[in-house]
């Protein structure tokens, strides 16, 4: 009874303000709402542009088809979910965090109520694993679908998506963390291009609504020169989606290391590449202020 | 004196291997290189396109203007730090038609190694990378600037098997492959596609339906579908042939629920292939239509196979080469039909093909050519192309009725394209207006289309194929394969359940008199989700069965199993009370649900005969401790190798599932008493039940037995009840023989390693040179830290050389580290200095040697040393063993300091599909092999003696990757430097086109068994007689051998022996043909003097060609040769007689 009491009072604290401050280090863990925004970059550009005035280094962690659970992220190992894990949990300590973002929810929805508490679970297994890296956390919840040829009805997808995105909530008020609910904000119109992934238009359009689901001002600045940005960042993106999955890992670190593991140390001079790019964007914000 | 390779190394200088290396990057001019082609009678090849046109093509297809779009890819096989990915999308044209491309347009670049590509919907679908992108350009004959990236998530663990082959299907869906390292993630509107492994997957842009066609393979990239719609599918990583894909059948190395249980290709034994393409239209000749043509581009060829029909499946037979060369460069990787009815090969041009096994950065590594090959029939007209974009929609639809399977397929691709609207009142027109029934090749092309249609049709789904399907139904004298294709179009994604179509289907799978359709019907019957529909797919075992048919069912079966089961359970789903269709859905599904009702099974006494061992069998896999007592108290009467099968199944059940022992002692001792195999685990598992009662047994057994396998199982047992004491003491007596000693160290060493190891180097000082101690230092090798402690032991002592060096051997095949122990042997049996691993210098330098000064006739007879074990691991065209890769076209694919490496450092470079995993048990043994399969929570792996051992991945305390390859290190360290540059030359001539180990075509018999002229066999002649040999339960113990690469059988390498004193000399030998459809075939002897032939028990007379009328089922042959009259080698081929529906292939294998 105390017990329960006392997490009601938890949760109705209001949930802290998302805010971005100088020198942090955002991760982005997710599926492939995430992944394909880094070939985009249309929304980090936007939050970028919104924080002109900080230096600020986005990671986009997003892989297609993950949960919680990091069932996309075992490559070998799939049938091992404690690796499974591992490897979501060590891919993101690694980049020293500072802010965490973690759009889960989609691909769990597809097990509809039932598999709420599993999601759940995982979900405060993320967050507890996580904790050491002391980095803020931003719940995101999932993008809802909309109408297409490959997903005539959403209806159904939508009511689900809302129990888990309810689930997510609930969580970030246990705990005290942001909740971010783009479910809400972020409406594609004929922007996806099979009802549930935005094209790049759709990231281009609803970037004002996403920032608005983070509670961010949008920036003020010319389109021009957030192109500009926007283009910097990919860059950047692609230099470190490249470093960080690179082809090949079978024989760079995996199990046919020894074959062609003297190539891996390769895949350390991809860093000067990101740090260039780094600058550049950092050149380019200098000059929206 | 013997010159070791170590001493010889440093006389050769490293500018000789350099000078090697330039060697091997031949001249890039495409007319020497076609000069160097062996054209198939009455065709030519000419070159249709070559760099700077085009560079490194990795897959083309057409478009319907017959232009060639190629992924072409100069990064791969990866992109060095700081490269903007630059990879292509090229169109090729011939704009003139004069048979040559004279136009090349770059559509799309910035592309990150593009594995494969097929053009449609206004643009190109391409593999990039992690993702299924769509290209296209928004001004007409201009650039792609639009990207769509439509599916993503797929795996990139190795660029040469991120997903590729795409091919339109003939239901314009399209079809891509991944490979067996790719694991992908892939997210749809109707949920996460996960596959881990290999696979073919089967897409609809319009819907982004994504599904998974088949599992399974290497690296498959040959995929084409017969003109009926049938797939069939190549590995260019795996040796069996061509394969003919089900829908969601399972191939080799497959992951998912049922993988425990896999189909297999046609031919098993052949090279690897890539690309696939079928024979169609006029251009061909007659006897070419429906063949299928693939490349070995490993050995530089481009092959032709001739399918015939064989039950519900296909045989495959190799045809002479439609190309053979022998330029290094030549890499025929893709092959498709032309829109002139010619045959276009891509050639990847590269003296390199290795990926993992060969550095990234190797200079040797071509990144610039490339060229498309034409085949073209001499005196042939070539077909005119078709106009098809821009053709009136009943311009198209008369496409539709073309000969050539090409112009079907793009005229419908055009057509699928085009209005709804605008099509679909033409199609209905068409049909209306045709006088009298439609053509049946017309009428399936115009179901594909229906099918394509539906999700344009602004009605809804399905009211397209409805409307053609009474079009279809009249079609007359419809044969088998079109009654199959069109049931595969109407139950296509969850069609089955539609209550219009669905009851028809259920009728089929019982009814229809050819197997293909009854295949089809069960297959599409597992998509059904009813209880019903596993009793319609069961009713097929009412007509003749085959593997193929047996395995759908099976796979059927069980994916209906969460629908049947529960109904069954309710006693509401009953199988007509047919026992057998009840035993095989039990047997297929054979969890513990199913243990009452097999028992019912068994007690209601209906089930036919050759069902019950099935039974019993299944009993022991899921039963508990009451039923495995069952099953042991059958065994008793059963056959000596059921009950055998039935104890290994009862120890396994005991030590995987941990069943208890039953409150009633089981009848163990009953089996024990009985002089054959199946006391062994009878023995272990009274052991593993503790039933001390029988102890008194073991021992006697242990001690009285002259077969050390028994003794081994009794010592096992002993010591899993804890009472081996006595027994031990009694077989370590100094008076015990040599062997006894050895067994009880050996049990000694599993359970107490130090005191093992005090005892064992005692033993060791004064052994006799035995294979046989090998187990001994294996026994020391697979425990944690055993084998420290054994060298401790060692220390300051003597062990004759000739058992240190088996001491060596094994523990380097052992595969774990055991570096201490290796020394402490090379000390104590004085052998010289441990070799040092070879430089690269040194490595060039022996392959430029072997060159220069390698005897390939000598190397095969060293290959063939028994004390090599090479063809223990290694098979040549499938006959041999499955440890290592199959060895017939390596000399065509791998350069020669390949092959150095690969013999004096294992484990440098592995093929994939052959490296070791390493478990520890939770009795701390270490095991090293193959992963064969995981399912059901249990990993079955194959260890280098090619033995299969299976795990519960559960009780495993580790688990991880081996970096050591299962071929033992210092295999050839005792060869002389003559005998390697021999081995090395003879490797580097298997497979190259005509050498004398040239790929051969004609069906040899390559493995054969002979009887061993052990004492034990000579007692068995002399109480029984030589002919009884060809009796089906034997008690003759068999040992495998190997025909030479040229077929022949060298008799002076078989055991012969005398059976009376005064009687001429014999060798026995026998094969296994395995017949899939029964009739006439033909065995061809080189000559057939001392030869008495049987076939199963019936003597037949061995002529140079002798028909035998063969039985479906796998049929001995057995052959007594009478020495004292034959001094011919044996070579017998299997060949077809004319006419015959016999489909027979010869059993190889190890």
């Known amino acids: 009874m105390l017990l329960s009491a006392l997490a009601l009072l938890v949760a109705a604290d209001p949930a802290p303000k998302f805010e971005l401050k100088d020198g942090d280090r955002v991760v982005w863990l997710g599926g492939t709402l995430v992944e394909r925004e880094q070939r985009y970059g249309h929304w980090e550009a936007a939050l970028l542009a919104a924080h002109a005035d900080k230096k600020i280094t986005f990671r986009n962690l997003g892989w297609s088809g993950d949960t919680v659970h990091g069932e996309a992220r075992g490559r070998f190992d799939f049938n091992n979910a ?71 009805d959403p209806k159904p997808a939508n009511a689900r998506l809302a129990l888990y995105r309810d689930a997510i909530k609930a969580v970030a008020a246990k705990r005290g963390h942001a909740f971010a609910d783009a479910f809400e904000h972020v409406t594609p119109k004929d922007d996806t291009e099979n009802g549930m992934h935005l094209t790049e238009r759709g990231y281009e359009a609803t970037a004002a609504q996403w920032l608005a689901a983070l509670g961010v001002a949008p920036p003020t600045a010319p389109t021009g020169k957030l192109d500009a940005l926007r283009k910097a960042v990919v860059a950047k993106n692609e230099q470190f989606f490249n470093k960080w999955r690179p082809q090949n890992e079978t024989y760079l670190f995996g199990f046919r290391k020894h074959e062609q593991g003297r190539n891996a140390k390769e895949i350390a001079e991809f860093d000067p590449f990101i740090a260039k790019a780094e600058d550049e964007i950092a050149k380019l914000l200098k000059e929206l202020k | 004196m013997r010159h070791l390779i170590a001493l010889a190394l440093f006389a ?59 992924a072409s890819s100069e990064h791969y096989p990866q992109i060095k730090p700081g490269e903007k990915a630059n990879d292509k999308i090229i169109v090729l044209e011939d704009t003139n038609g004069d048979g040559k491309a004279d136009k090349t347009t770059v559509f799309a670049d910035g592309l990150l190694i593009p594995t494969g590509l097929e053009p449609g919907d206004g643009g190109v679908y391409v593999a990039n990378s992690t993702e299924l992108v769509h290209l296209s350009a928004s001004k007409p004959g201009g650039k792609a600037d639009k990207k769509r990236v439509l599916l993503s998530g797929f795996g990139t663990e190795d660029t040469h098997h991120i997903i590729h082959t795409f091919r339109w299907g003939p239901d314009c869906r399209l079809y891509f492959n991944q490979s067996i390292y790719i694991h992908s993630h892939v997210e749809t509107p109707s949920g996460v596609k996960r596959l881990n492994a290999g696979g073919i997957w089967k897409f609809n842009p319009d819907k982004t339906e994504l599904d998974i066609f088949a599992r399974g393979w290497v690296n498959a990239w040959g995929h084409a579908f017969d003109k009926y719609g049938q797939s069939l599918v190549t590995d260019g990583a795996g040796g ?41 239209g006029r251009h061909f000749p007659d006897d070419w239509q429906g063949d299928v043509i693939t490349n070995d581009f490993r050995g530089h060829r481009v092959c032709r196979f001739k399918l015939q029909d064989d039950g519900s499946t296909f045989a495959a037979r190799e045809m002479t080469e439609v190309i053979k060369s022998n330029h290094p460069a030549f890499r025929p990787i893709d092959v498709k039909m032309g829109p002139d009815g010619a045959l276009y090969i891509a050639d990847w041009y590269n003296p390199i093909i290795q990926h993992g096994e060969v550095d990234f950065r190797d200079e040797r590594r071509d990144k610039t050519h490339g060229r498309i090959w034409r085949v073209t029939a001499k005196n042939r007209d070539l077909v005119k192309p078709p106009k098809l974009v821009g053709a009136t929609v009943p311009e198209l639809l008369e496409q539709l009725k073309a000969p050539e399977q090409w112009t079907r397929q793009q005229a419908k691709r055009v057509l699928k394209e085009m209005d709804f609207l605008e099509v679909w009142p033409a199609v209905r027109n068409a049909i209306s207006s045709t006088k ?30 409805s409307n053609l399907r009474s079009a279809v139904r009249a079609v007359p004298n419809q044969s088998a394969n079109f009654r199959a294709a069109t049931l595969r179009v109407h139950c296509d994604s969850g069609a089955v359940r539609d209550p219009k179509i669905g009851p028809g289907v259920h009728a089929v799978a019982a009814r229809d008199e050819n197997p293909r359709v009854r295949l089809e019907a069960v297959r599409a019957l597992a998509q059904a989700r009813s209880a019903s529909a596993v009793e319609s797919a069961l009713g097929i075992l009412d007509k003749p069965m085959d593997r193929v048919l047996d395995y759908a069912l099976w796979l059927t079966v069980r994916e209906l199993e969460p629908y049947w089961m529960p109904e069954f359970q309710k006693g509401k789903l009953t199988f007509g009370g047919d026992a057998k269709k009840l035993a095989f859905a039990l047997n297929a599904v054979g969890n513990k649900d199913t243990v009452k009702p097999v028992l019912a099974l068994i007690d209601g006494g209906k089930v036919p005969k050759e069902n019950v061992h099935g039974l019993y069998l299944l009993l022991a896999r899921i039963g508990g401790p009451e039923e495995l007592s069952r099953v042991i108290g059958h065994s008793v009467r059963a056959t000596a190798s059921e009950r055998n099968e039935l104890l290994l199944a009862v120890e396994d059940a005991i030590r995987t599932r941990k069943v208890p022992a039953p409150k009633t002692p089981a009848a163990l001792e009953n089996v024990i008493v009985l002089d054959d195999a199946g006391r062994r685990p009878a023995m272990r598992a009274a052991g593993l039940w503790k039933a001390t009662a029988l102890s008194a047994k073991l021992h006697e057994i242990a001690l009285k037995t002259t077969s050390s396998e028994d003794r081994r199982a009794a010592l096992d047992g002993l010591f899993a009840m804890g009472t081996a004491d006595e027994t031990l003491n009694a077989l370590l007596q100094p008076k015990a023989t040599a062997d006894q000693r050895r067994d009880a160290l050996v049990a000694l060493a599993g359970v107490n390693p130090p005191r093992a190891a005090t005892l064992t180097a005692a033993f060791l000082a004064d052994a006799q040179s035995d294979e046989a101690l090998a187990d001994l230092f294996t026994a020391f090798a697979i425990r944690k830290g055993g084998a420290s402690l054994l060298a401790k032991e060692l220390a300051g002592k003597k062990v004759p050389a000739d058992v240190a060096k088996i001491g060596v051997k094994a523990a380097r095949a052992s595969g774990q580290p055991a570096d201490d122990l290796i020394a402490a042997l090379t000390k104590a049996g004085d052998l010289g200095a441990a070799r040092k691993p070879p430089t690269d210098a040194e490595v060039k330098a022996l392959a430029a040697d072997a060159m220069k000064t390698g005897s390939a006739a000598r190397g095969e007879l060293v290959y063939r040393r028994k004390e090599l074990q090479c063809l223990a691991c290694h098979a040549i065209a499938g006959a041999g063993g499955a440890v290592g890769p199959d060895m017939s076209s390596i000399g065509a694919s791998a350069q020669p300091d390949y092959l150095v490496d690969s013999l004096l450092l294992p484990s440098k470079a592995i093929k994939e599909g052959y490296n070791a995993i390493r478990v520890v048990t939770a009795d701390e043994k270490v095991y090293q092999g193959v992963k064969v399969r995981e399912a059901d929570g249990k990993l079955t792996i194959r260890t280098a003696e090619d033995k299969e051992l299976t795990f519960v991945t559960k009780d495993l305390i580790e688990r991880g990757d081996s970096t050591k390859s299962l071929m033992p290190e210092g295999i050839t360290d005792q060869l002389t430097k003559q005998e390697f540059a021999d081995l090395v030359k003879f490797l580097s001539e298997l497979g190259k086109v005509d050498g004398p180990y040239a790929p051969n075509k004609a069906r040899l018999v390559r493995r054969y068994q002979a009887i061993d002229a052990s004492p034990a066999n000579l007692n068995l002649f002399r109480r029984t007689r030589v002919s009884a040999a060809a009796e089906a339960d034997n008690p003759f113990a068999w040992l495998s051998a190997y025909s030479k690469v040229s077929g022949d059988l060298p008799l002076s390498e078989l055991p012969k022996f005398t059976v009376w004193n005064d009687t001429a000399a014999q060798s026995v030998v026998r094969f296994q043909l395995d017949v899939t459809t029964a009739g006439a075939a033909k065995l061809k002897f080189n000559a057939v003097a001392g030869l008495t032939v049987y076939v199963g028990n019936q003597p037949i007379e061995p002529k140079a060609e002798t028909v035998l009328d063969l039985k479906a089922g796998v049929q001995t042959v057995t052959v007594l040769i009478d020495r004292s009259k034959r001094a011919d080698d044996l070579r017998v081929e299997l060949d077809d007689v004319p006419n015959s529906p016999a489909r027979v292939s010869v059993l190889n294998g190890k």
Not at chain 2, 455 to 464: F, R
Request: aromatic share 8%.
């Open chain 1, 82 to 152: 404690e690796k499974c894990f591992k490897q979501i949990v060590d891919q993101t300590v690694e980049l020293k965090p500072t802010v965490i973002f973690v759009s889960y929810g989609t691909n769990e929805s597809f097990e509809g109520k039932e598999g709420l508490p599993k999601f759940e679970k995982g979900l405060e297994k993320l967050l507890d694993a996580l904790k050491p890296t002391n980095a803020r956390v931003v719940l995101l919840s999932p993008v809802r679908f909309e109408k297409s040829a490959s997903l005539p």
């Open chain 2, 12 to 70: 050769l200088s490293p500018q000789l291997a350099l000078a090697q290396r330039d060697a091997k990057i031949p001249d890039p001019d495409p007319e020497l290189e076609r000069k160097t082609f062996t054209v198939a009678p009455g065709f030519e090849v000419t070159l249709w396109a070559a760099d700077p046109l085009l560079a490194k093509p990795i897959q083309m297809n057409w478009d319907p203007q017959g232009r060639l779009w190629i």
């Open chain 2, 436 to 465: 009298g029934p439609l053509d049946e090749v017309y009428a399936l092309e115009l179901l594909w289309l229906g099918r394509a249609l539906d999700d344009a049709n602004p009605k809804g789904s399905s009211s397209t194929l």
């Open chain 2, 240 to 280: 069996e042939g061509i394969n003919h894909a089900i829908p969601g059948g399972y191939y080799l190395t497959s992951q998912g629920p049922h993988a425990q249980r896999i189909l297999h290709g046609m031919n098993p034994g052949s090279p690897k292939y890539c690309g696939l393409e079928v024979v169609s």
